[in-house]
């Protein structure tokens, strides 16, 4: 059963439909069945007393967290003679106005504002833009279009991901901060052969992490050389970096040549020897901190709960309509799918879009209506807090933990908290076993295989499983395996793209117009290198009367929903045991700092417009310091 | 070669007095010693940027708005001297740039501990007096546009020094 919490249930063509025995079906009354993954928390009153009455028991603030994009702070209570964590709060300081900014505008216009969201991946959100546009008025694209389109956002991803592994979240393990966190830990590193050193060179677990040394680490180094290498590629097709100038509604608007195709090439064939190199220091790693202790295992631990939208299009496949969307997003490289305690509920892209709702009781937003639309457009029904009935009512006020302190929603799937970063991604995919065919990548059920061309190094297979536990040490494993993964992507994406120009089949775009009358609807689900993406859309005459965006960062830093249930960044927390050996009064939080990271965390900005007729947004920015008690 | 760059987000009122001299730069003929170039991208790309044209460049004036608490207006220029940024604040930068932030001040930072800025550098810094969003400056900011436009000129012509290693302040708001 693909729901347990919103009463939908499937007819004999497996078409959704309501339940007619449940009163007010979307409504708060019953609690979500969180099949085991209940989360404990203390209510204020009870951390107030503690506080109070314990001098070990300790408030620890982390404004701004640093590492991270954007603007996040993030407030914890922890026992440090337990060493455990008592509370945790994720806090978003910023406003995000994009939807706010979208209301009233032609859609295209979308294509170049909603890419300001982020200064990494802004090409997503163009993308995803454009996908949610071409739903909505029916532009197709052409297949060469589909495939550059590919090749594009995985390059982005070969920026993406590196960036994360070796300069945000990979300090956390170097030698710098181990040293002074843990110095049993990097004696111990000092002292233990690496696995792996026949495929990255180095000889111990203290080498790897010398070299993760901020500035001046050799990966440190050589991963801010790759991102110019991917920045390169990138721009052959995208113009420009982040902000694409050539992603449309309907394809892309450059063109390529068999040149412009190798000039990619080259590029992109240095990630396969980078991505063998960056699997196995991460392996390395990880085990390693396993074998120091096993309690590592429960740092950011949270329920296998995971969401992803799916991604790279096959071009004989896509046709930008909803109806069919359950048919072409399962042809996917990545396929789209939910994972609930470790097991996979559906890979339909209807199903998914259906779950999806978006709670504002502990955000600084006004509630909403939510009735305008009943079904999606093929007649499914929907809830009044999915993203289509949305409405975008900030309300600043100071933060009060006990109720609003975020400027982040709840999205919800099936009312259960998820983790939308980008291993759910592969392991979507490997479950699903809907690859399509390729000489690259295999999906097993149980693990994905990727075989990575010879370069400098030899051939190689890698071989990704699904982790028996989930925690922060496998969200940064599974991104080091999508570093791999994603270059074989855009390889077999680029072999296709050869094709087609043989073919002749060189055209990447479709003419389009905004149609002007009647109501339409698109959503593009694509995702970023950091995960789940999504762009709602609602066109009325020819204008968006509703734009919504839920990235991965909205999902994972989300706040406690209407029953309580803590977001994933503060699930994730509360569950990480304090394994620091610093003292209490040098106490760095390097658990907590490991498992927020270990989200990749990339918190949407604020950002402002200006008219002839004036400011029509202003700054909003929320310190999470003061939040009353 | 003398390198003439401006850094700083378009569309920001007095904040993008950077790219607003780029193009008031680019009114005027330059020598064909001077290369005039919006730097108003992200800081590790510069970095690289530079790292191509290592030795093209014995000076450099890099130009921009920076929020110092001064009289809004205040022109300031000194010679770079980036032995004072320390390493983990150089980290921070970093992260900054990698994670989209455009900013003369982390540009120069990053720059000058991966040692690619010319050996002459100097910066150029307007004190912003409107903050908020616009596609033209303050009328004090443009005034401030034509006396730095000035200040370059003369300084490419005459190759002259700027100062003595100390932060100057050129000009006042009147």
Known sequence: ?629 | MILLAGVGYSDLSDLSFGPRLVERLRDEPWPAEVRLENLSYGPIAVVHWLEDHAGRFERAIFFGAVERGREPGTLAIYPWIGDRVAPQDVQACVSEAVTGIISLENLLAIAHHFGVLPSETYVLELEPAELGWGAVLSPLGERRVEEAAAWIRRQVRSAAHAGNGHREEVRRKT
């Not at chain 1, 390059?155 to 592994?165: A, G, K, R, W």
């Not at chain 1, 990704?464 to 999508?482: D, I, K, L, Q, S």
Request: aromatic share 10%; net charge negative.
């Open chain 1, 1 to 629: 059963m693909c729901f347990k919490n919103l009463p939908v249930e499937f007819d004999e063509q497996g078409r959704p439909y309501l339940r007619e025995d449940v009163p007010d079906p979307y409504g708060m009354e019953r609690r979500p069945d969180l099949e085991g993954g209940e989360v404990r928390t203390l209510s204020r009153d009870q951390i107030e007393s503690l506080l109070e009455r314990n001098g070990h028991i300790r408030q620890k603030n982390f404004d701004p967290v640093t590492r991270v994009a954007g603007a996040l702070a993030f407030h914890t209570v922890v026992d440090l003679e337990e060493r455990k964590v008592l509370e945790s709060r994720s806090v978003a300081t910023l406003f995000r106005g994009y939807e706010v900014i979208m209301m009233g505008r032609d859609p295209r216009d979308a294509l170049y504002i909603t890419s300001r969201a982020c200064g990494v991946c802004g090409g997503v959100h163009s993308t995803c833009s454009a996908l949610a546009t071409e739903m909505a008025i029916g532009a197709k694209p052409p297949p060469m279009g589909i495939v550059l389109r590919n090749l594009l956002l995985a390059i982005e991803y070969l920026y993406d991901n590196p960036l994360h592994l070796f300069l945000l979240a990979g300090p956390d393990y170097s030698e710098s901060i181990v040293r002074r966190t843990n110095p049993e830990v990097w004696s111990r590193a000092e002292r233990t052969e690496a696995p792996h050193s026949g495929i990255h060179g180095y000889g111990t677990i203290g080498e790897i992490m010398r070299d993760m040394n901020p500035l001046t680490g050799g990966l440190y180094l050589e991963t801010m050389h790759m991102t110019r290498v991917a920045r390169e590629a990138y721009v052959l097709i995208g113009g420009k970096y982040p902000h694409p100038q050539t992603v449309v509604p309907g394809g892309v608007s450059a063109t390529v040549s068999i040149s412009t195709m190798n000039e990619i090439y080259l590029r992109i064939q240095r990630f396969f020897d980078f991505a063998k190199r960056v699997v196995a220091i991460y392996d390395d790693l990880c085990d390693f901190f396993y074998d120091v202790d096993a309690r590592y295992k429960r740092v950011g631990s949270m329920p296998a709960n995971l969401m992803d939208p799916g991604q790279w299009d096959d071009p004989e496949a896509y046709d930008a309509t909803y109806e069919n969307c359950n048919e072409w997003g399962e042809r996917r490289w990545a396929t789209p799918g939910i994972i609930v305690n470790g097991e996979q509920v559906t890979t339909k892209l209807q199903n998914i879009n259906l779950g999806i709702e978006e709670f504002v009781d502990h955000s600084f937003y006004d509630a909403w209506d939510g009735r305008r639309f009943a079904t999606d457009p093929a007649g499914a029904p929907l809830s009044p807090y999915h993203p289509w009935n949305k409405e975008t009512k900030p309300r600043p006020q100071a933060p009060n933990w006990r109720e609003k302190y975020t400027w982040d929603t709840a999205p919800r799937w099936d009312r259960m908290a998820m983790d939308a970063e980008c291993t759910a991604r592969i392991w979507n995919t490997a479950v699903a076993r809907k690859l399509p065919e390729n000489p690259y990548i295999e999906a097993t059920g149980h693990s994905l295989k990727m075989l990575l061309p010879e370069g400098q190094m030899p051939e190689m297979e890698l071989e990704w499983h699904v982790p028996e536990v989930w925690n922060a040490f496998e969200r940064n494993r599974g991104r080091a395996y999508c570093v791999a993964y994603t270059a074989l992507v855009a390889l077999n994406n680029w072999l296709k793209g050869m094709e087609f120009l043989k073919e002749g089949r060189e055209a990447t775009s479709t003419r389009f117009k905004i149609p002007r009358w009647g109501v339409r609807r698109g959503v593009g689900f694509w995702g970023a290198g950091r995960g789940w993406l999504t762009h709602h859309l609602v066109l009325e005459d020819g204008v968006c009367t509703n734009y919504q965006i839920i990235t991965p960062s909205s999902i994972n830093a989300s706040p406690r929903d209407p029953w309580g249930t803590p977001g994933a960044y503060e699930q994730s927390v509360l569950n990480t045991p304090i394994l620091e050996s610093s003292s209490s009064e040098d106490f760095q939080g390097i658990d907590i700092l490991r498992t927020i990271r270990s989200f990749d965390p990339c918190m949407p900005c604020t950002t402002h417009i200006h008219t002839d007729q004036g400011i029509i947004t202003r700054e909003v920015n929320t310190c999470a310091c003061g939040a009353e008690e």
